[in-house]
């Protein structure tokens, strides 16, 4: 009952501290390379938020008139693309009842997501079990659910996880139907009782349960991307965990300053997050690996590294292969695009990123950021109707890439 009023509360009155009403979301048409940069010197703007860079741009409605003054001296060609964000914002609950089983439809708090950790230990017993690999900044339980069966041989391991940037709500959400379909099926579907045989699977839910908290908190920010840790001599919180993996940290795409959205940290693996997960791999120098996967939203995009150069990396048509693997898969099941490419050379440089530590320093090959969706039209705020939707495409690329690796 409680939930339910506390619910409809969010719905009726959006979030009490950070509002974004009024705020907007700029959508650039095409660039030449000098627009590019001159859009890249907004990236020092500490009130600008970039939620796609260079395209889309959400710009408070203090600074307006001076970005749109700014775009005409440049000759940017832009429209509005989001009106008002406090609305997309407000809009994505789908405002249907709850109910006491967990319903993969609606977005979920972060205990009711320990609650459903817990739930898939109970309801699968012989597939599931939990790895806690340590604690977050504010004490929280870094917990991760281990899915496979013992076959008594060695076996592959494969590892996804969500929620690093807290506001990606549909991150979580989608990978959470993912693991119960993987573990419903196990008995029903011989494609994944193979897999379950084959890899022990890994998925870590929430990364940053700090942040996650704060983006469903009353007095909180449904904007919050970063950790919650204290940044000395600044009053701003917060690190970007995917700019704070140690390989090639502190490079291009990841801010010094710690006030910015993809603040690197005062050093490599400076967050408590980040090295549990990096510690876990670490200690584990014999179990294979041969997938890391990290979702985030949005863009519809699977991207390899490398993220901090725009060079291609050694294994570029292994990765290649698979991300089209991928791709044709997710296609198959709603008809989506999602692109894909090289992180560096098909976006921008972004150091200090997952899939660049996993790659370099664990060797993982199939390592890949999941942009899943949309493309940008509600962006960070996916209404609760596409959340299944998204989770059944998305499943269907990572059954995909495990059985292709699988498959000699
Ligand atoms: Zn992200």
């Not at 690190?239 to 690197?264: H, K, L, V």
């Not at 998204?390 to 499943?395: D, I, K, P, S, V």
């Amino acid at each position: 009952m409680f939930r339910v009023v506390l619910l409809s509360l969010y719905v009726a009155v959006g979030f009490a501290a950070k509002n974004y009403e009024g705020y907007k979301v700029l959508r650039m048409k095409s660039l030449s390379e000098g627009q590019v940069e001159a859009l890249r010197l907004l990236l020092d703007e500490q009130e600008l938020d970039f939620w796609n860079f260079p395209r889309d741009l959400m710009v408070p409605p203090s600074q307006l008139a001076s970005v749109k003054e700014y775009l005409d001296a440049k000759n940017i060609d832009f429209h509005v693309w989001i009106e008002d964000v406090q609305l997309k914002i407000d809009s994505r609950f789908s405002g249907k009842p709850r109910t006491d089983e967990f319903d993969y439809s609606v977005y979920h708090t972060l205990d009711e997501i320990y609650e459903w950790i817990d739930s898939m230990l109970a309801d699968y017993p012989n597939l599931a079990s939990i790895v806690n690999i340590g604690k977050s900044y504010e004490g929280r339980d870094l917990t991760v659910l281990k899915m496979g069966v013992d076959t008594g041989k060695t076996k592959r391991n494969a590892w996804f996880n969500s929620l690093i940037h807290s506001r990606e709500w549909v991150s979580g959400a989608a990978c959470m139907y993912m693991a119960n379909r993987l573990m419903s099926e196990y008995s029903t579907e011989p494609d994944i009782q193979h897999l379950l045989e084959t890899y022990d699977v890994y998925y870590m839910p929430v990364v940053n349960p700090d942040g996650y908290l704060h983006t469903w908190d009353p007095d909180g920010d449904p904007m919050w991307r970063k950790t919650r840790s204290p940044n000395e001599g600044s009053s701003c919180l917060g690190t970007d965990g995917n700019r704070n993996y140690e390989y090639m940290w502190g490079g291009q795409g990841a801010s010094p300053i710690p006030c910015f959205e993809t603040y690197r940290g005062p050093g490599p693996f400076s967050e408590v997050e980040t090295v549990a997960m990096a510690d876990f791999f670490r200690s584990r120098p014999d179990d294979v690996f041969d997938i890391y996967l990290d979702y985030h939203a949005f863009g519809q995009m699977i991207l390899s590294p490398w993220g901090y150069t725009a060079d291609y990396p050694l294994d570029y048509a292994t990765m290649d292969e698979a991300m089209k693997v991928m791709t044709d898969a997710i296609f198959d099941v709603h008809g989506m695009n999602y692109t894909y490419g090289a992180s560096g050379p098909t976006l921008y440089p972004t150091s200090g990123d997952t899939i660049d530590w996993f790659y370099g320093d664990q060797n993982i090959i199939h390592s890949y950021t999941f942009e899943i969706r949309d493309e940008g039209e509600y962006g960070f705020f996916l209404p609760e109707d596409q959340i299944i939707p998204t989770g059944e495409e998305n499943y269907a690329g990572f059954v995909a890439l495990c059985l292709h690796i699988a498959t000699p």
